[in-house]
Every structure is written in structure tokens, then in C-alpha cells.
């Protein structure tokens, strides 16, 4: 009998693509993460298809961008029916189950007009984009909208951190200066230790619950384990001994030039103008703020060293495959922004990460893959590696399995990112409706060129500004550059990917359709009727897939 190939698929929340010792970070070490990627194939050039939490994460699980479906922003839901991992997972007998931070909006709305009982197996895997919740955790726990019976919440009172009905806010996430207990939110206090221990802190609890998971599973079927961590997303809050672990000495220089502040395209300037913007363009603020995101993903680092000695005492490390993500990254001052949602590297490109333990991938250990591949990849390459076939018609990415495998095949030349705006505080001031308050990135070797509705383009010439500060959307020079791109944006604007329902290779079948059918359009007589190649089939007619 084989052995069940397992999936444990491990995605940070706002881990920057240049915060691991392996991608080059000077004085951050991740041994653990380093030693995954010198088992697998680390991804240089991996981009998310949008820079923020729900429409990245819902490519991601979809395998599809956010053009095609539909949740182009965080809290806009995931249109019932949607394909999701779990679609695609289940009929290959492997089981998808989800440890951490999802970021799935149902559609309500939805299932209630297709008579769909939220509670029901198929609404719960609706609603779960196709994951069995072992325990979800989004992770954001605001005062003014707490849900009930958070479960870490209930852990964290069960501990004695019940001082307060939402201790994930009050404990996990603030500090306490001088008697005063301020909350993580605000960043004048990310130097200080959270209010709890480090035992009990998020990234060891999500951990530890993705280890009873694998101790309780009977061992019957494949899983796709996805433990998602909601660090070192804001707040940015360690505890100790995390919090003081860097000082300002380790904080890299800033990456941006007085040159993006002059003649700014407008709506790069709105997110500029940002307060998260104004705040980390101090350097007071990246000295205070960078060293504890440097903690939380130490601490990232280290558990998941205690999962992978775990796994590895289990016999599991020689038939899962392991992949290390981000949803997207985070600016921190880079190019006068803060948080994410534009298009600079700092915001779009992420860490990827793939250990395959299968020999087939032997000749590629410890490589650096610089191909440009997407977070909508994943899904396909998951498939493949479960013995699936890839429905291309459905799929927007493409499997990852033959560059693991060290297979030279042709590959796309062009990554996209995308990103509605409407939500953003600044949108009323640029007079657009919401349905226009749309970006569009797309990226190959030489450019990068940013499309928004209403404003100029933004290009970057990235052979001879990889530093991406001269914005060349309105230069004389560059004209066939910039209509170069924009119609290679157009060509994949107009890509069909909503024949869900057809096959390529049952299209191929339909060739002729009707004539096989003996519907005869056009025919002078008798004479010209050929007989069909093949008979039709009337009973079931076009098949899905």
C-alpha cells in the first residue's frame, strides 16, 4: 500500500518577501524556515493577485483572480457555488482542514435566495471555502464587533487573562506601561511585552493546535493541513522574550526616494497620504515598530521548528509536502506607504516556499526558482500532486509541479495583481463610484505597470529602476512602453474563464455537435450529408468535467 501523501500549507499574515534569513535578510535568522528551502525549491519572484488579506487569500483558495471571483476586497463575500480547494481536494480523497485564519466572507445573501442552511454540510463548506474548521481564528478581534466564543478567547480566560471580556485585545495584543494598559493598536508601544506569556500568545496556541489536529487524526486519509498564522500581522504586539529580542540596530535602511514625492500620481499620492503612511514615514516609528515584527517572526520561526521535530517523530516529513507563504507583505516607510494594498514589492511580492519529499524533485533541493509564479499556483499544484487533473477551464493558475521537478516547460510571462479601493477612507475625494475604484497591476522582466481607472499610469522601468522610485506613467519616452503593457493587461482582462461548466477536453468532443446531432443547418441535399464520425450521446450531453 502507498504511503498517504499529506499537505501541510502554512501561510503568514503581512510576512514581507525579504524578512527570512534565506531571502537575505541581514540579521533576522530563520533556521527552520532556511531549512525548509533548502529541502525544497524557494520562489523568488512569487506574487500575491491582491495586496491585501481577503481577495489574496480568496485567489489563493480558489485558484482563480479576483476579476473572476468576485471578492475583490476584504468583507466582500465569496459568491456562493465559487470553487474552492475544497472542490477541488475532496474528490481526490484528501481531506482540507484549516488551523488559523481564513479570511472567508460567506455569501449569505446567496445561499439564502438557493435555500442553502448555513449550518448544514454544504453551507459550512460554503462558508469555510471548502475547509474543515479544526479552529478558525481570523485573528482581528476588535472590541466593537467581537464575535462570541472565540475559542482562543476562551483559552485565554481559562489561563486567568480574564480581566476583560476580549482578552485576545486586552492581553494578547496590549501591553502595560507605568500601570496603564494600552492597546497594541496604537505603535508607540510595539517595543513593550504583550500581556501574556509566550506559551500563550497566538503563534504557539495555533501551533499547538495544528499538532493535536495531527495527534488526533486516524490516519485514514490524506490531509491538506493549513495553519494559518495571523502574525506577525498588526498589532504588532511580542511577547517576551520577543518584544526586545531586535533593537533599531537591526532595522534595514528604508526603501523609498525624495524623487516619489515629486510630481506623485494622485491616487499613489492618497495612499501616501495615509496615516499608516505619515506614521512609518518616521524613522521613530520603524525603529519602534520593525524590531517587534522581527520578534513575532522569530517566534513564527521557532514553532514551526517545534512542528517540523513533531511531524518528523511522526514519520510525516517523508510524505507531506510542505509550503511556506504570505497572503502579501507590508510597507513600513518603503515608498512613503504603510501597511499594504498598492503595488510596490514591499506590498505584492511574498515569500514561496515548496519542499516535496517525493524523489522526483531531488535534482531541484536547496534551489532558488526565479520563474514568476502567483499564490493562485497553489491550488493546481496541489491537485497535480494528489494525482488530479488540473481543470484548466476552471483554473486561472498554473501547477508548480514541473518546476519542482526540474522540468523545463514553457511559462507565463506576466504576473497580475488587483485590488478595489472603494472601502479606503480617501475614495469620495477622487469622485469615483465605487464600482470604478479599481487597480490593476501587471508585471513582467522589464516593467511594471499600474492601471487605474481614471488616473494616469504608473510605470517602472525595472531593469533600470529595480528600486521601483521613478514612476515613468507620464514620460514622453515611454509611450510604446506603457501601450505595450496596457495591452498586455487587456489581452488578460479578456481571457475566458467563465465557461465553468465545459471542459477543454469535452469541448474538444463538441466539435461539430449539431451535425452529429443531425441538426443539418445549410445543407442543399441529401447529397452533401456526411455521416457523423462519431454517434452522439444523447443521454448525458455536455459533461462538466
Known sequence: MSQRKNILFIMCDQLRYDYLSCAGHKTLHT????????????????????????????????????????ATANFVPLRVGELNI????????????????????????GMKRLGIDPASPIGVHHSQIGFEPYERDDGIHPDLVLKPNVAYNNYLKERGYDDHENPWHWAANSVERRGEIRSGFFNDVAQLPAR????????????????QFIEEDDGEKPWCLHLSYIKPHWPYIAPAP?????????VQDVHRSETERENTNQLAQHFQERICGQTFSREEARETVIPAYMGLIKQIDDQLGILFEFMEKKDLMKSTMIVFTSDHGEYFGDHWMGDKDFFHDPAVKVPLIISDPDPSCDNTRGSV???????IDLVPTFIEYAGGAVPKH?????????????????????????????QQSFSPKTGRAPLECRIYMIKNDRWKY???PGFLPILFDLTNDPDEFVDLGNSDDHTDARQY?????????????QRETVSEERAEQMVGLEDKFGVLIGYWNEEDVKPPATAPDFESGPKAH
Open 31 to 70: 533556521p527552520n524556515i532556511d531549512s525548509l528551502a533548502e529541502r525544497g525549491v524557494r520562489f523568488s519572484n512569487a506574487y500575491v493577485q491582491s495586496p491585501i488579506c481577503g481577495p489574496s487569500r480568496m485567489s489563493t483558495y480558489t485558484g482563480r483572480y479576483p476579476s473572476n471571483h468576485g
Open 86 to 109: 475544497g472542490d477541488h481536494l475532496k474528490p481526490l480523497g484528501i481531506r482540507p482542514v484549516l488551523v488559523g485564519k481564513t479570511h472567508m466572507i460567506p455569501d449569505q445573501e
Open 196 to 211: 501574556v506569556s509566550e506559551e500563550d500568545s497566538e503563534t504557539p496556541y495555533m501551533t499547538r493546535r495544528a499538532m
Open 242 to 250: 520577543y518584544n526586545d529580542m531586535y533593537s533599531a540596530a537591526d
Open 369 to 375: 526558482q526565479n520563474a514568476p509564479v502567483e499564490a
Open 394 to 422: 476552471i483554473l486561472d493558475g498554473r501547477s508548480l509541479m514541473p518546476l519542482l521537478q526540474g522540468n523545463d516547460v514553457p511559462w507565463r510571462e506576466f504576473v497580475v495583481s488587483e485590488y478595489d479601493y472603494f
Open 450 to 452: 499600474i492601471h487605474a
Open 485 to 497: 503593457m496596457h495591452y498586455a493587461l487587456a489581452d488578460w482582462s479578456l481571457q475566458y474563464r
